[in-house]
């Protein structure tokens, strides 16, 4: 479907919606070009056996969202951008590589610029997120020439910002660090575990919140979720271990990014991101595994918990929706 051309013109200039389709909540926000927050509103992502069922559920969810907002702001036509659990294939224009199976293989940009009759940003969520912390967030005040965002939730993603703009790579799947195998493998690494992309010994499967829990039910026996487990880390020995076992492997990991692109800025989100020690704990071991001259040398990336809220993608997806015309 093509969107009608005759309807793109006259955006607002100051008001700017973002949505933020995830497999659990489409979320909408309305934002002022510096980022003031108008309007926010959460609903539950339509669900249905029927792959082509819900996906005509979630765009007719996003168009009630967008009217909603726009009468409640007493606007039309808004800018809009939208962050996905996944990326826009550039050949085909359609889908790839969501959570949200529904939506592989849709062409959902042009299904909602044609139902919401105006032209519209579509990114990738974790790309959202770091460019909200860019603009919004930890950049707002301290310009970080290249900022590395990691989100470490249900799964693990990435997505990088460099000289202020999101770079999505030759294939869209920039910072999609997730799923490389973990790095300097230890004993305790192993066995391997499955990974959903067909792969073994993805970060994901160490990192996420499920793979966290996971490995600490198989390692030390202890059923719990993730959450539960970090608020035990002082109180019991088996949950500590499984702590510093999460610390290390996400310093080998994050070392691995740094070794790579040097950013100046790794930004934190996701729900994991909400435990603070890891702020502290993690870049006390990262120096060991950056590549570096000298043991004493200073390492000069930071690593910061987001500004905006672990899930702040929504207002990225804002800022992307503003730059188009
Ligand atoms: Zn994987």
Sequence with gaps: MNPQTSSHENPHKTIHLGIDLGGTKIEVAAITSTGECLL????????????????????SSISKLVDRAETDLKQTRLTLGVGIPGTIEKHSQRVKNANTVCLIGQPLQDDLEFLLKRRIAIENDANCFAYSETH?????????????????GTGVGGAWVVNGQVISGANGIAGEWGHNCLPWLDEKDKPLQNCYCGKQGCIETYLSGPGYANLAQQQFGITADSHFLFSKKDHDTSAGQAYKDYCLRLAKSLAHVINIMDPNCIVLGGGLSNIDSLYEDVPKIWKNYIFSAGSKTKINTQLLKNKLGDSSGVFGAALLGAKVI
């Design 40 to 59: 926010r509103e959460r609903i539950t992502t339509p669900k249905h056996p029927n792959k082509q069922t819900q996906y005509e559920q979630i765009l």
């Design 136 to 152: 919004l967030g930890v950049g707002k005040e301290t310009k970080f020439e290249s900022l590395f965002a990691v989100i470490l």
